[in-house]
């Protein structure tokens, strides 16, 4: 039997050949996509941590305000974006640290309205191996459970 030119197993041959390659192109696809997203990841950590890195040396210079008693380290992610008055400066004018925070493109989790509930944070006095929240932000990481390509946990990252 032909249809428009093609026997039904010349049609059927195609249509197997074209069903084998986009089975072998599938996993592929999703290794790329995979790859994007933890570019995004280390792309995102570089850049929170090399705001609060920059809000720490601030601090030090004395060109915001640092309590005695406080570590440097600023309060909440929110403050690097909202920015913080500049000490040596009369009208007080704001030195911004981040123009807006990144969310962790692996973050798996409730819906959140905020990029920055999307990261687990670690306070200056908690130990590196249970990083643990407190008065201010030391470092950031990944809540995500998955294990990056690499064979190392996102949250160690």
């Known amino acids: 039997m032909r249809t428009r030119g093609f026997t039904l197993i010349e049609l059927l041959v195609t249509l197997a050949i074209l069903g084998l390659l986009a089975t072998a192109a599938a996993p592929m696809a999703e290794l790329t996509a995979r790859r994007v997203r933890e570019t995004e990841l ?12 920059a809000y720490k040396q601030a ?11 406080a570590t440097g380290y600023p309060a909440s992610l929110r403050q690097l974006v909202d920015g913080v008055p500049q000490e040596n400066d009369a009208a007080k004018r704001r030195i911004y640290f981040l123009r807006r925070v990144p969310p962790d493109p692996f973050y798996v989790g409730p819906a959140v309205s905020r990029p920055e509930d999307t ?39």
Request: avoid cysteine; aromatic fraction near 10%.
């Open 42 to 53: 280390r792309h995102a950590l570089r850049e929170i941590r090399t705001a609060i890195d």
């Open 119 to 157: 990261w687990g944070l670690r306070a200056y006095s908690s130990p590196p191996d249970r990083p643990q929240s407190g008065k201010d932000v030391f470092d950031v990481y990944s809540t995500s459970q998955a294990i990056g390509l690499n064979g190392t946990p996102y949250s160690q990252w």
């Open 59 to 69: 601090g030090e210079e004395g060109r915001i305000a640092r309590a005695a008693d």
